[in-house]
């Protein structure tokens, strides 16, 4: 009999946040192929650290902050041991012994130690009754001490200081700050700020002693802390001194075997120690020469790791910018970047100081490089992306302070800030989740990105419109935990790394035709990727090499394969075209007769000015749509990311008002763009004069005719955000029309990313750039108008070759006698 | 016993596709074909608001459902978590590149 193969042993030393999330992206992305142990110090599962705080203002328990039950480790076969120190790490044996004698082989080891509060080097730092702030121990030391004595001195007014000192407070404790520093929060506010975060907090009851040394603590007769002296003299008395001066990397048990260490452990950009059969995460790192000690920083890194770990070898942490909310309920602060401006940076402030509201936002060539808040945090989020993204604020400078406007954010009834919700008020209309919902499944589940609240409570996850407020209660219940990814660098989905900027370059730098090529070249983790990414890819490889990679029905969504709208009941809907909105008695007749014959049970006119016939059965599809192409009409394609329709109005033809013959315009640009593929669906609108009765002002291209020309709008949006067209220029002709507006959809269709509107794409880019390219560069928007034409020029009616190809198949059941 | 029926040949299902087989009772049947040609039978319903599993994305050994996006195990027919429910499935094979059904 033979024995199961030996799987290589991982060692996990610190069962905290950032070695336990490790451990659980590399059992995501690799399950089974490590034998896993983790010795952990304290005697708990793995839990949420940053939670403490609530747990201390009494406003969580230390059972509802647990992250990993003692059966997730049961379940995934990792054998725990807490309560257990490691003493010595041997590399030439590759083994961890521990403080009581344990000893554990590996052939990778993690470390993840952590870090240890900062102990003032005073006298009386080691008595009773002074404690650093880092874990449960600490947490419910400080709530004995609050419920046996009366004064609590915290030394540090930073973000932990400042949460240890409200959560005293509200436990009866008259608690004074002791702070160094100049204003609180030094580290990540401005002095304006910082004062009035300061008030805030005296009018909860807390007091203040700022730059102020401490000297030493003195014992009193139970033995325990009574006071504490500063420098100068004065004393004041304190039963409890919480040190939260900082935190040190814990990287001793590292540095004395051997491994390099500089105030931390030194890891590349893979995670890798100077032992590469030893890799380190979490605070105990120093990476590039910076020790972390927020939590979403240590994700990113757990990310890296576990990929790497697992073998890929894809992925490298190259730093994070981080941002920071305080964790006192009540208190709205945000900062992120570079708060504090420099010499070759701008400033846009905003100041009520009796509204209690203040932001500054810090920009460097024309880009969000740093910002505070304080009293209105609803837009940290936004900011946040948008300096994460680098994204060019030019175009929108003159309204940036005052946040992303959410005017015509529909769905939820104009409710826009998290903050001010009810619990029971209504974030997702479309799948009915509460805001108190989404909150209990952040705290119950431990959910830290967007993607995983939208997995669990379904919030977001159709239209998406109410993403940005999920994710602001995300950054509200969370704090500095929530750190939204990149976008492009943000993952497409679960089975790649990659962004969808990174795969869409690759398809084009690298010529793949097919999505195994390109599965293969970008090591894709499943065999043939998911309904996110295939649809995404074959978009990109189809729009990027239009002749040369073939179409793959099976990476379509069911519509782009049945050439139909699928309705809840499994029947589709079928709207053939009416170029420009207009039609003819015999079409009419021809629809009337389908209607008639297909027992169709609804008949719809639609808002692109077509006829929808609802409730048609799939193996209907293929006759039905013989008879309309006999009648000479081709599919609406609106089922489609595609071009749907151009709206149009009676202009200058019948128009008492007319300026331009808006229905031929129109129906010309229909023609041109006929079967034309993109990343999302496409609309338009022509009209034939400013009363614009073609509502082209919310199209992704509006056209709307003058009496010298047209002027062509472009980035409108009528559905889940009204968003008003912008203005992109004014021409003269019918052929410019086209080439203008076609070269903006091509340079869409290279660069929109998949399921992105042009809405989006253009919030993402900026109007300058779109300009740069279309009106600036004459060449250029000739050569992306080419390729349109070219991409289109052998454009077929897929009703037409649907029922003459192999495809047919799909729409005729298979019938089983009984 | 199970009653062994043929259903059509494996070409005729589509690779990372389906085909429906209609009863006369019972409802649909949704016939999906992997990308290593394995064969899976399940109700043609999914859990969640029934709708048509057989035209939904075929990825790995699951199906996504085309009208809400829940993704369904083609083996165990589950839902895969954290959605919870399931659907039920039917035994099927493939000989001589020839598919059957035990109904």
């Given at each position: 009999m033979s024995n199961p193969p030996v799987k290589p042993r991982l060692v996990l030393i610190g069962n905290g946040m950032a070695g336990v999330r490790t451990v659980e992206e590399l059992l995501k992305i690799k399950p089974d192929h490590y034998d896993i142990t983790i010795f952990g110090a304290e005697p708990h599962p793995n839990y949420n650290r940053i939670l403490l705080s609530p747990v201390l203002a009494g406003e969580m328990t230390i059972q509802e902050i647990v992250l990993n039950e003692l059966d997730w480790y049961k379940e995934n076969n990792i054998k725990l041991h807490t309560g257990k120190q490691i003493k010595t790490i041997d590399r030439v044996k590759r083994k961890v012994i521990a403080e009581d004698g344990t000893e554990e082989d590996y052939d990778r080891l993690l470390i993840a130690t952590g870090s240890t509060p900062f102990m003032l080097p005073i006298p009386g730092n080691d008595l009773p009754g002074v404690i650093g702030y880092r874990d449960i121990k600490d947490t419910d030391e400080m709530i004995e001490a609050a419920r046996l004595h009366k004064h609590a001195v915290v030394i540090g007014g930073g973000l932990l200081g400042l949460e240890a000192a409200n959560g005293l407070k509200l436990r009866g404790m008259d608690v004074t700050v002791v702070h160094l520093g100049p204003w609180l929060l030094e580290r990540q506010l401005d002095e304006i700020a910082g004062k009035m975060l300061q008030k805030s907090l005296e009018d909860k009851g807390l007091k203040f002693l700022l730059e102020t040394q401490t000297e030493a603590l003195i014992q009193g007769e139970s033995g325990r802390v009574a006071a504490i002296r500063f420098k100068g003299g004065m004393q004041i008395p304190a039963d409890l001194v919480v040190m939260a001066a900082g935190i040190r990397p814990n990287y001793s048990l590292a540095e004395s075997s051997g491994i390099y260490c500089n105030r931390g452990i030194v890891v590349n950009d893979t995670m890798q120690t100077y032992d590469p059969k030893v890799y380190a995460v979490g605070e105990c790192v120093s990476h590039r020469g910076i020790a972390y000690g927020l939590v979403a920083p240590l994700f990113e890194q757990a990310k890296v790791a576990a990929n790497h770990l697992a073998g890929y070898g894809i992925g490298r942490y190259t730093g994070s910018v981080t941002s920071t909310k305080l964790k006192v309920t009540g208190i709205d602060l945000f900062s992120a970047g570079e708060y504090m401006g420099g010499k070759d940076t701008e400033e846009i402030v905003l100041n009520d100081p009796h509204g209690g509201v203040y932001k500054k936002l810090v920009i460097k060539d024309n880009k969000l490089v740093g910002g505070v808040m304080y009293g209105d945090t609803a837009d940290g989020p936004w900011y946040f992306q948008l300096l994460k993204d680098k994204r060019d604020i030019h175009d929108i400078r003159d309204s940036l302070i005052f946040g992303q406007s959410l005017v015509g954010d529909v769905g939820h009834a104009g409710k826009s800030k998290a903050a001010e919700m009810a619990d029971n008020a209504e974030v997702c209309g479309c799948n009915g989740v509460t805001k108190g919902a989404i909150v209990q499944a952040i705290k119950a589940k431990g959910l830290f990105t967007l993607d995983e609240v939208k997995k669990h409570t379904k919030a977001a996850s159709s239209c998406g419109s109410c993403a940005g407020l999920v994710e602001q209660i995300l950054a509200s219940t969370i704090g500095g935990a929530y750190t939204p990814a990149a976008l492009d660098t943000k993952p497409m989905c679960a089975c790649t790394d990659h962004s969808h900027k990174v795969v869409r370059e690759a398809i084009v730098a690298k010529n793949l035709t097919s999505k195994e090529a390109v599965f293969a070249e970008m090591q894709w983790k499943t065999p043939n990727g998911c309904d996110k990414c295939r649809p995404a890819v074959n978009y990109y490889l189809i729009s990027s090499h239009p002749h040369a990679a073939k179409d793959d029905p099976q990476s379509r969504f069911i519509n782009e394969r049945a050439h139909a709208n699928i309705q809840k009941d499994g029947t589709y809907s079928v709207v053939p075209r009416m170029w420009g909105g207009l039609t003819t008695p015999d079409e009419l007749r021809a629809i009337a007769d389908a209607a008639e014959k297909y027992k169709v049970p609804t008949v719809k006119v639609t808002g692109g000015q077509r006829i929808d016939l609802l409730g048609v059965k799939k193996e209907d599809l293929p006759a039905m749509w013989a008879d309309l192409n006999a009648a000479g009409m081709v599919s609406g394609h609106a089922y489609g990311k595609s071009i749907r329709t151009v709206k149009t109005c009676v202009g200058a033809e019948h128009c008492r008002f007319g300026t331009q013959k808006s229905m031929t315009m129109g129906i010309k640009l229909e023609k041109m763009l006929f079967d034309m593929y993109s990343p999302h669906k496409v609309k338009l609108a022509v009209s034939g004069c400013p009363r614009n009765c073609a509502e082209a002002g919310i199209k992704d291209v509006g056209v709307i005719g003058v009496d010298s020309g047209y002027e062509l709008y472009i980035g409108g949006n009528g559905g889940i955000k009204t968003e008003v067209a912008q203005f992109l220029c004014k021409v003269t002709s019918d052929e410019e029309v086209m080439e203008y507006s076609g070269a903006f959809l091509q340079l869409y269709r290279e660069e929109g990313w998949y399921l992105e509107r042009t809405c989006h794409y253009m919030e993402r880019v900026g109007l300058d750039y779109i300009k740069g390219k279309i009106l600036e560069d004459e060449e250029g928007r000739k050569a992306y108008y080419f390729r349109l034409l070219d991409s289109l020029k052998?454009?077929?009616?897929p009703w037409a070759t649907s029922r003459e190809e192999q495809p047919i198949k799909q729409f005729i059941p298979i019938k089983l006698e009984a | 016993m199970s009653n062994w029926k043929l259903i059509c040949k494996l070409d005729d299902i589509p690779q990372l596709g389906s085909r429906v087989v209609q009863r006369v009772t019972g409802g649909d049947i949704a016939i999906f074909r992997n990308a290593e040609d394995e064969v899976f039978a399940l109700h043609d319903k999914c859990p969640h608001k029934a709708g048509p599993l057989s035209q939904g994305i075929v990825h790995g050994r699951k199906v996504t459902c085309p009208l809400h996006g829940w993704n369904i195990g083609l083996e165990d027919g589950q839902a895969v978590a954290p959605d919870v429910g399931s659907c039920s499935k039917f035994d099927v094979k493939v000989e001589n590149g020839e598919v059957y059904l035990a109904v």
């Open positions: 052998d454009a077929k009616d | -």
